[in-house]
């Protein structure tokens, strides 16, 4: 049974600094993509960072980009998103996920390919 647990959002300053952190089940970080999403109120889920241990592949989205890091410990079955310098924009559910649709996938991919969404950790940046 697949799983990804998210976790370590809260309530912090604008320019303040969170690690997220994702705990995964079913699956192996070294054979599939997963990635960082996030939801705010008035807006889409969208893909903010996705990792490929396999092929060594990252990716950021660009209103993240230079702030935020996504690495994982394998050993751990654990992702992780460092982020800092917060903004108010920022401010979202956030969620990870897995891309099982292909084994040894890089990065970015379809956010359509992702899924075991979890339940999602609230990050909120106040200003």
């Known amino acids: 049974d697949v799983q990804l647990q998210a976790s370590g959002g809260g309530l912090v300053q604008a320019g303040g600094s969170l690690r997220l952190s994702c705990v995964v089940s079913?699956?192996?970080?070294?054979?599939?993509?997963v990635g960082w999403f996030r939801q705010g109120q008035w807006t889409e889920r969208e893909m903010i960072s996705c990792?490929?241990?396999?092929?060594?592949?990252?990716y950021y989205a660009d209103s993240v980009k230079g702030r935020f890091t996504i690495f994982s410990d394998n050993a751990r079955n654990t992702l992780y998103l460092d982020m800092n310098s917060l903004k108010s924009e920022d401010t979202a559910l956030y969620y990870c996920?897995?891309?099982?649709?292909?084994?040894?996938?890089?990065?970015?991919?379809?956010?359509?390919?992702?899924?075991?969404w979890g339940q999602g950790t609230q990050v909120t940046v106040s200003s």
């Open positions: 996920a897995v891309n099982l649709f292909d084994y040894g996938g890089s990065c970015p991919a379809p956010l359509t390919a992702f899924g075991s």
């Open positions: 990792i490929s241990t396999s092929t060594g592949s990252t």
């Open positions: 079913g699956f192996s970080l070294t054979d599939y993509a």
